[in-house]
């Protein structure tokens, strides 16, 4: 008992016999935290699924109106994000703390950018008539309750999205703060890496985003 | 023995003093009385809403309450009872106490997530008695749209966003389980040494992963169609009703197995103990378990037989339904089974468990008769249905959640409570939940609907049985409440085994120190060796 005391390596919760013990479960812990993330978003998926079935020339209209150019340009920025989001791991790995710091201050930055894009794609959609609700308006053929699910879900799903984005962005505030400080180390990054898997997976969310909502129909010749 | 005493003085319960401790404290086992305490306020505020319901039932003429006020007793009963007692009941205070002690760790893996859980679950609940001190909601606790999203004057968004924060606390007490049972085993406790009640919280704990994150996309959605007449579930804004029910019983079918899972989990531990017998069919029951939870997944259109749904869909979901009875049976002829030549006594958490294995034979058997589509589309929201899943949910999750109240209390709290009073406690839940429930079955075949503050008059004797009957169950559920929190000052003392139990809890004092054991343990037998650990320990 008084061995097992003495012998704690820094950092190592009360619960837990060993580091290797302990980043496991971080690990585990934060897949199987994706996993209701992928079930919590499944359901509007779904959704997505049976309107576009229900309203399909509603659905290519309203996939015109968004801008491919900003989306493309986002799909972009996000993935670059991606990739400093894996460097700071790394830096966190080989013990570098300024250098995580900074590599989570730049995921961060286009991480911002991302929204930006997003502010303005919204604006636009604002300005066009095109959020659901009394003030939408639909001058096309199609009929406009039809192009109006397609707004809903585009904002339902996007926005979700982005409301995940500022979460993670606050997270990754207090994250650099920490790597500055540094509370990280080769042997305990836990944190880093569990930041890192949550960061990926609202990427990879987008990867869906995108094409469901901006590329899908664009060539189905309507 | 002089060591041992000395360190029942120092336990979980003495070790820091004062609400700040109990209200901070990262403990697994002062977590699982924080929700103890919450879910008895919850059971007994939905008993309350029963109460008023059986008095209205008592006489044919609605003649006690409003039909809106009934609408509101339903609906309040439903969501308490479910969402805020029955969900939480069995994993969150003994699951989150006996977990740890089951699997020799000190903690869960994340003891700070799981207090967190717990202010999540009060939150949530205080949205919901928010919403209910102000005339509460009446859509059924079902939410069905388009009339939650559109018609219903009532605090549909308030309790609807309590059921979704509520719901963070569920998956978050499921992630902390399969961590905990992936990574905290003591040394030798291999994945079939485990207890059965550990295997069955395991299967539910993928329930409240897979599952709960659909209820809260589901509730955002009715949320934002309420608040800001997005149309995803109402026709007049161009969406789809029946989509509404796919995803609610997406989750809210497999939401019956996180309540009934735990049970099964427990009556294992207790038909063994006082059996004093190795279980029959160890990886059977396991294994069930975990079919149970995935077929749990496949079955949510039987509650959709009549809406729109197609006749193919309807037939496949029919025979999926009936699929989930070969586990459900595995378990109950096992159970019976490991009873066959065993050295039964007749303690009280036995006779819960023999409670249980009857009423959730007779529950499951008519969710047979339900899956079958003739069948169902003749009862379909009669009072038929009520009794099927009252049987399965209080003669089944209830009565095994009050066997393992009075099997681990000791445990729990260092003290015995007293055996006549708890016996016959035991014997009113059993009588008056059958006088309840039973003439339920008989109205609803007879084509009394669920739902309606009023009837004809030849319902009234079988509806003045299941008020009789409630009574009797009301009484049976105020007992145990008075002489637990008797035992708590005045019971005597409980020595560290005194069922005379195999399983790692039993080998720890009672009640247990902040760390679980004293020496961390390892294992090298299987679960319920009985025969290696005759009844001689007893005498702790």
Redesign the interface.
Known sequence: ?SSETTTRAWGL?????SLE?QR??SF??MW??L???I??????F??YI??RW??HDGFVAGSHELDVTLGAFNTAVLIGSSLTMALAVWAAQVGRRKLTALYILLTIALGLVFLGVKVIEYRAKFEHHLF???GFEWPGPEPA??V??FF?LY??MTG?HALHMIIGIGMLLVLAWLAWRGVFSPENHNLVEGMGLYWHFVDIVWIFLFPLLYLLGRNAGA | MSERQGLRSLNYLNATVGLKSWLLTKDHKRIGILYLIGITLFFFLGGAMAVLIRLELATPAGDLVQPDTYNRLFTMHGVMMIFFFLIPSIPAVLGNFLIPLMIG???????K?NLASWYIYMIGGGFALWAMLNGGVDTGWTFYTPFSTTFSNTYVIATALGIFILGFSS?LTG??F???I???RAPGLTWFRLPLFVWAHYATSLIQ??????L???I??VA?ERL?????FDPA????PV?FQ??FWFYSHPAVYIMVLPAMGVISELVTAFSRKRVFGYKLIAFSSIAIAVLGFLVWGHHMFLSSQSVYAGVVFSVLSMLVAVPSAVKVFNWTATLYQGSISWDTPMLYALGFIGLFTIGGLTGVMLATLGIDIHVHDTYFVVAHFHYIMVGGAIMAYLGGMHFWWPKITGRLYPAFWSKLSALMVFVGFNLTFFPQFVLGYLGMPRRYHAYPEEFQVLNVMSSAGATVLGVGYLIPMVYFIWSMRYGKRASSNPWGAVGLEWQTPSPPPT?NFV??PTVDHEAYDYTVRPGDQKVA
């Not at chain 1, 079930?39 to 509007?44: A, N, S």
């Not at chain 2, 992963?209 to 659909?214: D, K, M, N, R, S």
């Not at chain 2, 804004?237 to 789809?240: Q, S, V």
């Open positions: 008992m919760d009360h619960q837990f016999d013990q496991e479960a585990l812990g199987i935290f996993v209701t993330e079930m919590f978003f499944g359901g509007l779904a959704a049976l309107y229900y309203n659901p609700g009394p309750a039809s109006e699910m809903n904002f339902l979700l | 760790a000190k903690d869960l893996a994340f003891p997530l998956i992630l902390n399969v961590v905990t992936h990574r905290m992963i897979l599952g709960t994150p659909v809260a996309i589901t955002l959605l934002a800001f007449h997005i149309g995803i804004l161009g969406g789809d989509l796919h995803l760390f020496d961390s």
